[in-house]
């Protein structure tokens, strides 16, 4: 069973390390029908509920589905096409279906799409029109009026009303052609779905009745029944405008006023006011437009109205007195004659106003209220429907889509995809989180104002860290071309990049919002939108420039600015020396730190590894002298912590491993290429020193030799690609050396495998001339040189060394091979502490102090990252260099993230700075997450991923 479950674990992250990556918007099923889905929430779900059940105030809703004029020869069309009375397209002998749709709205509409792409039999029921109020009320109408509203702004015409009626006609002919789409005969024949019509109710938990008596059952039901204007209780009984009956009016009135201030009100308001009506907008007391959007875009939609001519009027509506008989006085002739009280928000005295037309803005409910939900077993909360996160209702069948449902986000697209939502969960039990559908907005006044994420105010009151960044529209260069001088695109983001929200003010806000959303949707940063090239000139540049802002902030941070010319610098620490006959010698020379590497050394070691040799050597300048020595004690994991210290987002992680990694790969590849590579590691050797040695052919230790990987110590892991070389070593030496610190000498790495020969010190300073003096140029060159190696090898007559005791041999076994957790395999130490074997008690003692020094995270990822390289070196033993490059991938992705977590900085604290050896870890052995070591070992994205292959 261990075996089982660590090829199992192996199996998994080589998959993972083989670039099967798991989008962060991927679904069981969305190989087949496409991801709908975002990432995971940043902000605490106190912002953001699943969603939120509400209450609704004010009276009844209005009747909105009248079609008028009905002699007009596209209204005709119109209801040809959408009429459900006079298309009635079901079976008459079905009464029983896989999947019933309330509603034959955007939502319903896709239900039924999505019903059949998955093979099942689809009934829809709706009383009036196909379309919903996308087609027929909102969206298709009104951006035909705003068209026409904005060329009558550049050029007035002579006969407002004349232009009016022309607009009304445009706006229906386009109506009418698009209607067609959403036909009861489309959906009849080319979607295969039953059409009902019919005002439903629910008879049973999976049962609706019809009014005239029809009944019928279904598996599975989709409310998408919509929602309609909201009346106020001080409208009640007064004949008035909504967003819907509106689009019934046959001529222009002379006055206008607007109740409510979102978008609906302000994209009529403008409009109307544009095409020559005198438009009052009555908000409330304080005064805003647009509350869920930025005060910046607010008040610049504010000011463009106002330059208009819109009137905006802060107060309460007390009363509204108006007398009308005959629909022709609502409409067309505009007789009628409203009078407004209104309170002073001030507390002030009040004011009246008058007009010939009044438009009711103030909101939207569901229609549900009919559907007799208590019969089927749905809860709700007044007129709101209670749904889980699955779009789900209180009756396990019954799922709802669209504006049915509570919260703000009422939105055609945002039907669409909690359509999909909810079928896919309904039908497939897909189990989708729709809090997970990230909601762009947009808003089609002119300027256009387009929202997608968090708002700045949502981000402070979640105390989230973020900075907003901005590029204000008159300086993209085709906005300067095409006269825009007002707008903006701001991207709130976090120090890591990570884009929270945005807002967008201009010529194609909403066409613009949707690079952001797909950034936001698929975890692209600001950097990756930055770096999108854009075609030049266009106005979509705004976006991008704006995101520019980030990579600026992040390049003239300090830190970066130091890193930056550092890495220009010229390295006096590595010396690069190519001899006359081929020999390529790259010395390390930074004694007084025992050559770790810095970020500047560890570059300087890849550019030479690069250059084309014959053959390599790689040393230290004081291999083979005197006194205390190191080949290199690793990478400068000081000023890494420290810089981590004082940026938590820091770059300087990445870029240090990057260069010690390629440095690394380099080697590996003039190895896989056939030039021959030789490592002097005489003293002490360790972590990026190991990694280097590791990577080549010929690994030369001395008797002062002492080999480690430390690294769980200080809160990383052991990386450099060790995993790939331990897999290829004398089974559980790699594991022990990764999670207690054991130090090898010279003689235990070549008993091990971690060596290839072993040399008196003493020797290297003429062992390095005899290979300077080989021709190594010639076919015989690798011949010479492991003669040459083989006599200078020390003598091992009676020498032992600690891997030959049988008491460690058993250790070794027992609990660095056949562990697959670190906690089980310190336990399993724990019950070897009393051998006989003096010498084998000592050294256990010594490795359980190693084990209880280090990060207990880091050493159930090492763990894991041992498993799944000895799983890749068992499945293709003669691919060395690839196995090797996959490790450094996996260590890469692992160690990115390890480097920024405060395990690191808190174990170089504890080791190299104050060195109190009591680092305070995040978490016990026992207490490890395994989601967290999930996390860290998962791959990085394409785009922050180096290949060193």
């Known amino acids: 069973m261990k075996l089982c479950a660590k090829r199992l674990w192996a199996t998994l992250f080589l998959c993972l390390a083989m670039r099967t990556r798991i989008s962060p918007s991927a679904s069981i099923y969305s190989g087949i029908l496409g991801p709908l889905l975002g990432p995971a929430l940043p902000l605490a779900p106190a912002l953001r509920k699943a969603p939120p059940s509400g209450t609704s105030g004010g009276g009844s809703l209005v009747p909105e589905h009248a079609a008028e004029p009905a002699e007009d020869p596209n209204v005709k069309r119109l209801l040809e096409n959408v009429e459900t009375s006079r298309n009635e397209a079901a079976s008459k002998d079905s009464t029983s279906y896989d999947l019933l749709v309330l509603g034959a709205g955007v939502a319903g509409l896709i239900s039924c799409i999505v019903g059949k792409q998955l093979g099942r039999r689809v009934a829809l029921i709706e009383p009036h029109y196909m379309g919903g109020d996308c087609l027929n009320t909102g969206c298709v109408p009104s951006k035909a009026l705003i068209a026409a509203a904005k060329t009558a702004a550049a050029v007035p015409p002579e006969d407002a009303n004349a232009n ?7 706006l229906r002919r386009i109506r009418a052609e698009i209607s067609k789409h959403d036909s009861v005969q489309r959906y009849r024949e080319e979607v295969g779905v039953d059409i009902i019509s019919g005002y439903a109710k629910f008879a049973g938990p999976n049962e609706v009745l019809l009014q005239d008596g029809r009944s019928f059952k279904f598996r599975k039901c989709i409310l998408g029944t919509g929602a309609a204007a909201q009346v106020p209780k ?20 002379p006055r206008m006023v607007v109740l ?14 544009r095409l020559g009506c005198e438009v009052t907008v009555v908000i409330g007391s304080s005064g805003k437009i647009m509350g869920k959007e930025d005060d910046e875009a607010a008040e610049l939609v504010m000011n463009s109205l106002r330059s208009d001519g819109v009137l905006f009027v802060c107060a309460q509506v007390l009363r509204v007195a108006c007398k009308a008989k005959t629909d022709d006085e609502l409409y067309d002739k505009h007789r009628l004659r409203y009078r407004l009280e209104l309170g002073s928000a001030a507390g002030g005295p009040g004011m009246a106003l008058e007009a010939e037309a009044l438009l009711n803005a103030t909101g939207r409910r569901p229609r549900t209220e009919e559907l007799d939900l208590e019969a089927a077993g749905i809860q709700c909360d007044g007129a709101q429907l209670e749904v889980n996160e699955l779009l789900q209702t209180s009756n396990h069948d019954v799922f709802a889509a669209g504006d049915c449902l509570p919260g703000p986000e009422r939105f055609t697209h945002a039907a669409e995809w909690q359509a999909r939502v909810a079928v896919r969960n309904a039908l497939l039990d897909e189990r989708m989180d729709a809090r997970r559908l990230l909601i762009p907005r947009a808003t089609y006044t002119d300027p256009e104002v387009a929202s997608v994420g968090w708002s700045a105010a949502e981000l402070e009151a979640a105390g989230k860290d ?7 529209a008159a300086e993209v260069d085709r906005n300067r071309c095409d006269g825009v001088d007002e707008g903006y695109a701001a991207l709130r983001v976090a120090p890591n990049g990570e884009i929270l929200g945005a807002t967008i003010v201009g010529p194609g806000a909403g066409d613009h919002i949707s690079e952001v959303t797909l950034c936001m949707q698929h975890g692209l940063s600001a950097a990756d939108l930055a770096g999108t090239m854009h075609p030049y000139p266009t106005s979509a540049e705004v976006v991008r420039q704006a995101a520019q802002a980030f990579v600026r902030s992040q390049i003239f941070k300090e830190q970066n600015q130091e890193m930056l010319k550092t890495t220009s610098n010229l390295c006096e620490t590595v010396r690069s020396d190519l001899k006359e006959k081929g020999l390529h010698i790259i010395s390390l020379d930074r004694p007084q730190s025992l050559n770790a590497c810095d970020q ?6 890849a550019e030479a590894a690069s250059r084309p040799a014959r053959a390599v050597l790689l040393q230290s300048t004081q ?11 690793g990478g400068d994991v000081k000023s890494v912590a420290q810089a981590v210290r004082e940026d938590p987002s820091s770059c300087f992680p990445r870029l240090q491993l990057a260069h010690e990694y390629l440095g690394v790969a380099a080697l590996s590849r003039k190895r896989e290429d056939g030039v021959p590579v030789i490592c002097f590691m005489d003293g002490i050797c360790m972590g990026f020193g190991l990694g280097l040695a590791c990577a080549a052919e010929f690994r030369l230790v001395t008797e002062r030799s002492l080999l480690a990987m430390p690294e769980c110590v200080i809160g990383i892991t052991p990386d450099v690609g060790f995993a ?31 060596a290839t020969h072993l040399i008196s010190s003493d020797q290297l300073v003429a062992l390095r001339d005899e290979l300077e003096e080989i021709d190594w140029s010639s076919e015989s060159c690798r011949e010479e040189l492991v003669k040459i190696l083989d006599r200078y090898q020390a003598d091992e007559t009676g020498a032992e060394s600690s891997l030959h005791r049988p008491g460690i041999q058993k250790v070794l076994e027992n609990v660095f091979v056949s562990t697959s957790t670190a906690k089980e395999a310190v336990e399993r130490l724990q019950n070897y502490a009393g051998d006989d074997d003096p010498e084998t008690q000592q050294w256990i003692k010594q490795r359980l102090e190693g084990f209880s020094q280090g990060c207990p995270l880091c050493q159930e990822v090492i763990v894991r990252l041992l498993e799944i390289a000895e799983w890749a070196a068992q499945k293709s033993q003669h691919q060395r260099h690839q196995r090797l ?9 692992a160690l990115s993230r390890l480097a920024l977590a405060p395990d690191f900085v808190e174990g170089v604290r504890a080791a190299l700075i104050d060195k109190d050896k009591q680092p305070r870890w995040s978490a016990k052995l026992g207490d490890v997450d395994p989601a967290e070591v999930y996390r860290l070992l998962a791959p990085l994205s394409e785009r922050e991923q180096i290949r060193f292959a």
Do not use: Y
């Not at 001080?234 to 009135?253: A, D, K, M, Q």
């Not at 973020?466 to 204000?472: C, L």
């Not at 500047?600 to 070691?605: G, P, S, T, Y």
């Not at 490059?885 to 260590?891: F, K, P, Q, S």
């Open 600 to 605: 500047v050394m560890a570059k300087c070691i």
């Open 623 to 633: 291999a083979g002298t005197e006194g205390k020595v190191a080949f290199c004690a």
């Open 234 to 253: 001080v409208l009640e009984g007064i004949p008035h405008l909504t967003s819907s009956n509106l689009w019934n009016l046959r001529s222009l009135p």
């Open 724 to 754: 790939a070389t331990a897999a290829l070593m004398t089974p559980g030496v790699g594991k022990c050396m990764s999670l207690t610190g054991w130090r090898l000498t010279g003689r235990e790495a070549l008993a091990c495998g971690l």
């Open 466 to 472: 973020f900075s907003s960044f901005v590029r204000e």
């Open 885 to 893: 490059t996959d490790a450094l991938e996996r260590d890469f992705a």
């Open 164 to 170: 009016f009626q022309a607009a009304m006609a445009r």
């Open 260 to 273: 409510g201030a979102g978008p609906i009100g302000l994209e009529l308001a403008q409009s109307f006011q």
